[in-house]
Every structure is written in C-alpha cells, then in structure tokens.
C-alpha cells in the first residue's frame, strides 16, 4: 500500500469525536494560510450531477487541492474528464478498479460523490488504497455502514471526513460560534424545514436500497446538523417521528414522501423538523431565553443563508461552499488539525436517522438516541 504524501501517522488518532468537536470556526483559515508547495490531488468517486456543477468546477478554484483523477463506471466519460479537467487518462479509475489508486502518488484524497446506498463500499475501498476520504453526506445508509467505514479507515490509518460543507460556511460557523460562547445562553426551543418537490422520475433518491429512505437522508440530514450546531455538537437523547401523508405514492412507494420529528434534549431543549419531498422549503431558526438565530430562507441550499439574531441581521462574506470546504478539509489535513466534520459525525448523524425512522414507522412512539 502506498504513503501518502501526508503522512498518515499524523491523523492516526486525531479523529475523535471529543478532539473534533471542540472546534472554532474554520471558514476563514484557508484563506489565511500560505499556498502549499503540493496542491493536495482528489479524485471524484461517481460522475453525477453534483460532482459535474459543483465539486469539479469547485477543484478549479481551490488553493490547497485540485482535481486529480476520477472513478467512473463508464470509461469513455472519464477520459472526456481527464482531458477537460487537465489530468492524466492513466488517472482514470473504475469502481472495480479502486485498489489501483494505491499506486497513483498524484492521488491523496478520494471524495466519495456516488449514491448513499454505495458509500460504504466506495469509501471502504479507497481507504484499503491508502487514500483519505471524503464522503459525501449522509455519511451511509446506516449507523452499522458508518461503523464499517470508520472501521477501514482507522485500519488504513487515512483520515475520514464528512462532505458537510455547511461546517465551513460562514453563516453556519458563526451560529455554532453563538452556539458554543453561549451568546444568548443554551439554545432551548428550534424550529427548522428543509425540502424541495421531487419531479419524476426520481431516480435513486427514490430507491429504498441506494437512498437508505426519502428526504430524511436528503434534505433532513441538514435539519440534523444545523439542530446538532445549535446545541454544540451534542446528540439529542431521544426523538419521536411521524411520516406525513403520502401525496404521491407511485413516486414514493419505497420511501417517504415527508417525515416530521422532534429531537430532544438531556437539558429539556427540542427541536422540530420537518424534511420533505413536496415543496421547496429551507429555514431554521433557534431561540433560548436571551435571545434567538435564524438562517432564513434558502438557510440550506447552496445559495449564501440570511442569518438574523436577536440583536440585528449578521454581515458575514458570502462564499462558494464547495470551495470553502474542500480548501477547509485540505488545510486541515496539510496542517495536521482534527476535522471539523470527522466520520463520527457523520455517524453521530446516522445514529439519529435510525431513531429517527425507528420512532415513524412505531407510529410516533419515543425513541433514545444510541451513541
Ligand atoms: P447523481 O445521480 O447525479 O450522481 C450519482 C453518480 O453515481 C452518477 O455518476 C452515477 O453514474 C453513479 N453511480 C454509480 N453506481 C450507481 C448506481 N448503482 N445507481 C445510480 N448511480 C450510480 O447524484 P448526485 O446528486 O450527484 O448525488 C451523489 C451523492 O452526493 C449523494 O450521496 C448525495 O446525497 C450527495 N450530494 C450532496 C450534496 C451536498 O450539498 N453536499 C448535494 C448533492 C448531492
């Protein structure tokens, strides 16, 4: 198995949730750094949608990684991307063909970009070639695969992020920096809704087996994180869940169409969500007894949120998200920090779906959160 040319060693160990967590808000520190010698390479696992309109052109602008290779089922695309992007054919991978990446020294990072239900064997094979990881969220389709993942990646020694990209944009850092110095104390009542109406076909998103479930997986995981920033990174204790009617069960007849859950916490907090595929919907908002945050409509998309406190609207830079995140996960690894957005929060957040899914088809009743 080949070294990477960040040495591996350096990460062993560094990926706790504790060491993670206690984090200060990393948006503007890629910015501050000098160009390193190296840009780091990163090859794209899957071909789709987001890995065409926004990590790929996102690779063009960053000034710690670049786009250095892909892994594609289909042959004859991957080298259009290898001449398009300005890297080599020989760089060119099939899912099958993952365990060649060990040999390539151009290639140290493998973002995972293929549906859910595949992220487990994605990620597993690219740290059985020596590579960190990114996976794109939510981290699989369930705690169990995330256990697999983190499991391979401790084995290989490679580092294992999360592609939570809202972790490194500024209006989101800046409510987890409210969150933390308890500027308005604990955050004790939050609301939030993200969604978007699903056309047909849908696709894989509507596919039980490589979904793991509908928008929960989706559009909710965000409902998760932003819930989960609110309250410093702490898991609730308990949830309880209910799936909306069904509008359209010819589409959503493998997984929900919308789900609505309440996510409680050890200090009396909740917060209720709502994650659907039936209309466009994007806000949170959340409030203790001094004071309240609100990321405004589209609080989630790629567009920049509106974020309003207590005490006036909050004027933060607007960034590119993608290029903030791969340059914040690249910095953090050239400089050897812990990640913002580790493997265990994306497993955090599993742990949660499954109680969360668990507490909806029980019909609502209340479920505890296992770490
Ligand atoms: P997509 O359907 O556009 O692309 C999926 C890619 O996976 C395609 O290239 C497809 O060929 C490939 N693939 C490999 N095996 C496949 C199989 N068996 N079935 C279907 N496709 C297969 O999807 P996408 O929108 O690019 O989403 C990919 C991943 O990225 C998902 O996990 C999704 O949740 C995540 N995503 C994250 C964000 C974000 O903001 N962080 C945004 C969009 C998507």
């Known amino acids: 198995m080949k070294t990477s040319p960040v040495s591996r060693r350096r990460f062993l160990g560094q990926i706790t949730t504790a060491a993670a967590l206690a984090f200060a808000p990393h948006w503007g520190r ?3 750094r000098p160009a390193p010698a190296r840009k780091l390479g990163v090859a794209l696992v899957g071909l789709g949608s987001y890995s065409h309109y926004h990590l ?3 690779l063009h602008r960053t000034q710690y990684c670049r786009l250095a290779g892909v892994v594609t089922g289909d042959a004859a695309k991957g080298a259009a991307w290898a001449r398009d992007h300005g890297f080599p054919a020989t760089s060119v991978y099939g899912y099958d063909t993952m365990a060649r990446l060990a040999a390539n020294p151009a290639i140290d990072i493998v973002y995972v970009v293929t549906p859910n239900g595949l992220h487990a064997e994605h990620c597993i094979a690219a740290a059985r070639a020596g590579k960190h990881v990114i996976c794109e969220k939510p981290m699989a389709n369930t705690a169990a695969e995330c256990d697999a993942i983190i499991a391979a990646c401790r084995a290989a020694g490679v580092r294992l992020t999360v592609g939570y990209r809202l972790h490194y944009e500024p209006h989101h850092a800046e409510l987890a920096r409210l969150a933390r110095e308890q500027v308005f104390g604990p ?4 609301q939030g809704a993200n969604g978007f109406r699903m056309g047909s076909p849908g696709g894989w998103r509507v596919d039980k087996k490589l979904a793991g479930g509908g928008p929960l997986m989706d559009m909710g995981v965000y409902l998760i994180q932003a819930v989960c920033m609110a309250k410093v990174e702490v898991a609730p204790v308990a949830v309880t869940a209910k799936f909306d009617a069904t509008t359209r069960p010819a589409l959503f007849s493998e997984v929900e169409e919308s789900v609505r859950w309440t996510m409680e916490y050890a200090d009396g907090a909740k917060a209720d969500c709502h994650a659907t595929y039936a209309e466009g919907v994007s806000r949170f908002r959340a409030e203790s007894d001094r ?3 609100s990321l405004d409509e589209p609080a989630f998309y790629y567009e920049d949120p509106v974020l309003t406190t207590s005490r006036g609207k909050v004027d933060l830079p607007n960034v590119n998200h993608q290029v903030a995140q791969l340059d914040g996960m690249a910095a953090e690894l050239l400089a050897g920090r812990p990640s913002i957005a580790p493997g265990e929060m994306g ?9 969360i899914y668990a507490s909806a088809r029980a ?7 296992l770490g």
């Open 30 to 32: 890629a910015v501050d």
């Open 347 to 355: 497993r955090r957040d599993l742990a949660i779906v499954d109680a």
């Open 187 to 190: 955050f004790k009542r939050m």
């Open 56 to 58: 790929a052109p996102a």
């Open 363 to 369: 019909g609502g009743k209340r479920v505890e959160v």
């Open 291 to 293: 004071g309240w945050a």
